[in-house]
């Protein structure tokens, strides 16, 4: 199966709502403040570019999540990020590429 090209921020948040594998990012998600840090060529814990979004829960806990492209196994994956050490920051022209900030 062909992995989903993102086209926007609303997609991009949708896919992970759908495929993250914690329920307490679900639930920040619905409830919390979402920020979208933007597009990074390589991240942290990874050899691939991909997104980096911070969730701060109602409670303030704070999620930073990336959404990878894996070109190798031809997917996207989702996974929590222990540190922002090592992310490279690309940007962009559009809104889902230069993020939040």
């Not at 090209?5 to 991009?12: C, G």
């Not at 409830?31 to 050899?47: Q, T, W, Y």
């Not at 031809?74 to 490279?88: F, H, I, P, Q, T």
Request: aromatic fraction near 12%; charged fraction near 25%; hydrophobic fraction near 35%.
């Amino acid at each position: 199966m062909p992995k989903p090209i993102f086209l926007t921020k609303h997609h991009l948040l949708s896919w992970l709502y759908e495929n993250t594998r914690y329920h307490a990012v679900r639930r920040a998600m619905d409830e919390g403040k979402i920020k979208n840090l933007g597009c990074f060529s390589e991240v942290s814990g990874s050899r691939y570019p991909g997104w980096i979004i911070q969730i701060t829960s109602l409670s303030g806990k704070v999620y930073y999540v990336a959404i990878i492209s894996d070109n190798d196994l031809m997917e996207n994956r989702a996974y929590d990020l222990v540190s922002l050490d090592g992310c490279k920051y690309q940007g962009g022209e559009s809104e889902l590429y230069k993020g939040d900030l």
